[in-house]
């Protein structure tokens, strides 16, 4: 009998591990024991403010008081269940990535929280471009000028906020990704660190030299910026009480970015171990290795997570939409009322007749990048009913993400080995089951909805000794659902290459217009 279960009087045994994952729309705060398992969770809801012109912001102080309200949530939970407070042994925080903070010496925002979703810099990477600055921004970056990236938007506020601006110029701007926000007020000012993933996603850091890198500062005017010291995913960032939540302090051993953490919880530990998020949108990243790759083919390269000395790199395609073209058929085109639906009604069909959707409502990301296509459905016949174009829609899932993992593998020579998937779309057997025959290797489902706070409390327990090593997590991550490719169904790779052929026609028409 293990003894992280419950002992005979109902308690439950720690060690534990706290993880924090403070996301775009909320914050969930779950506790986990020394084999993974959950014991406690908490959940509170965060405002957005999305204002004309794309800004989208939050306020830095609500961040922290929602983390606060979440973590006592939490520890309600905990104590409900016979849980010891004591026995949380650490703390790891995952984020949402390139949502950002400016705030001078005394600890005062400058401005709202501007989120990664917010477009108002556009117009800076287009004079970014026009500067000739990409190609050094994607050669020491392996990222692209563009307003997802924290550092244009700093930019645009350098260029057009006066009270940023003056204290920029007199060396007072402090940044930080939102981990090093929290960080700074969970240690009452003591703490001002990031780690390597959320460095890695602002513009500023050099992917080789693993630090800030000053030709680009100065390259952007942004060189009186103060930027935090910089460690890996797994290491000591601080102490702290949350405020007097906890009876003594308790240590900081993980920050990381959620996506990452995502990657990280479901198991992305070596080169060719890849995960796919099937939410509205899709993130795809793929361990390469302890080396950088560039990506010729409009990925992103990126730190995937890094412990001690081991730095893993990873590739990233982002798909724009994915879930959210089921909801389009089904709030627009009223052609089901539940999305649990559309799995028998792919399957009332042998196929898709030969219709084909290519759900670029908001343009097409990785690895086409064309943000000026529009969606489309091609192939229709009288034929064709709304079973054919259900099952079109939900087969542009997959073959987009066979799109970016095929983009990948070009771009470094790793094939990939296996695919972790997690988010809503999940559920959907038809996509899992098509996905795996296309890729032709081993999907394997989690069904658990809170990987990215799996991801940090796995880095934070594996610095203080709740986790012993990988080779005991890839332990943990043994046992789920695992669906194998049907390598005999040469239908889904007929039904590819229509995809491609649909893609590059249209491509084609749209650029003759």
């Known amino acids: 009998m293990s003894i992280f279960k419950n002992n005979a009087s109902g308690m439950l045994n720690g060690p534990f591990v706290l993880a924090i994952d403070q996301g775009t729309s909320s914050t969930k705060t779950v506790i986990f024991d020394g084999e993974g398992k959950v014991v406690a969770r908490g959940n509170e809801p965060l405002h957005t403010t999305y204002l004309d012109g794309g800004l989208v912001e939050q306020d830095p102080q609500a961040i922290f008081e929602n983390v606060l309200t979440s973590v006592s949530k939490c520890m309600a939970d905990l104590s409900s269940k016979g849980g010891r407070i004591q026995d949380i042994r650490s703390c790891g925080i995952s984020n949402q990535r ?41 050669q020491k970056t392996g990222l692209l000028a563009d307003p997802y990236f924290s550092g244009s938007k700093v930019i645009w506020l350098n260029s057009y906020h006066e009270g940023v601006k003056t204290a920029m110029a007199a060396g007072n701007a402090y940044f930080g990704t939102v981990d090093t926000w929290l960080l700074h007020k969970l240690t009452g000012g003591k703490a001002y660190l990031t780690d390597h993933t959320n460095a890695s996603r602002t513009l500023f850091f050099n992917l080789e030299t693993l630090s800030w890198d000053e030709e680009l500062l100065r390259s952007f005017g942004l060189e009186n910026l103060h930027l935090p010291d910089i460690q890996p995913s797994s290491s000591f960032f601080g102490e702290t009480d949350f405020e007097g939540l906890l009876p003594n302090p308790i240590p900081v051993t993980a920050m990381i970015g959620d996506s990452h953490a995502a990657a990280f919880g479901e198991g992305c530990f070596g080169p060719g171990i890849a995960k796919a ?38 590739l990233e395609g982002v ?26 009604m792919a399957n009332a069909v042998k196929d898709s007749g030969g219709v084909y959707l290519v759900p670029a409502f908001s343009g097409l990301g990785a690895p086409h990048w064309d943000m000026n296509r529009k969606a489309s459905i091609t192939g229709l016949t009288f034929n064709s009913n709304k079973n054919h174009i259900v099952r079109a829609a939900l087969e542009s899932i997959p073959f987009q993400i066979k799109d970016v993992i095929t983009a990948i593998e070009s771009d470094t020579g790793i094939a990939l080995q296996e695919l972790k998937i997690d988010g809503g779309m999940t559920s959907n057997g038809f996509v899992v089951q098509m996905l795996a025959d ?36 890839k332990t943990l991550c043994e046992g789920h659902l695992s669906v194998s490719p049907d390598l005999r169904n040469g239908q889904v790779r007929a039904t590819y290459r229509g995809w491609q052929e649909t893609i590059n026609a249209s491509a084609q028409v749209y650029i003759t217009h």
């Not at 290795?289 to 560039?294: A, C, L, M, R």
């Not at 089904?330 to 539940?338: E, I, M, Q, Y």
């Open 438 to 473: 296309l890729l032709e290797k081993p999907v394997v489902n989690l069904g658990f909805p809170e990987v990215s706070a799996l991801g940090a409390a796995y880095l934070s327990g594996l610095h203080s000794g709740v986790y012993p090593n990988i080779d005991y997590l």
């Open 98 to 138: 390139e949502t950002f903070v400016l705030w001078d010496r005394a600890g005062q925002p400058l401005h709202p929280a501007v989120v990664w979703q917010c477009k108002r810099s556009t117009a800076v990477c287009e004079q970014l471009r026009a500067a000739g600055l990409e190609e050094m921004i994607r």
């Open 277 to 314: 998020t099937l939410g509205t949108g899709s993130s795809i990243l793929m361990n390469i290795g302890p080396e950088p790759k560039p990506s010729h083919q409009g990925m992103v390269t990126t730190i995937g997570w890094s412990a001690g000395d081991r730095v893993e790199y990873a």
């Open 319 to 344: 798909i724009v939409t994915c879930g959210a073209t089921i909801e389009w058929l089904k709030t627009n085109l009223g052609l089901f009322s539940d999305i649990r639906e559309t799995e028998s």
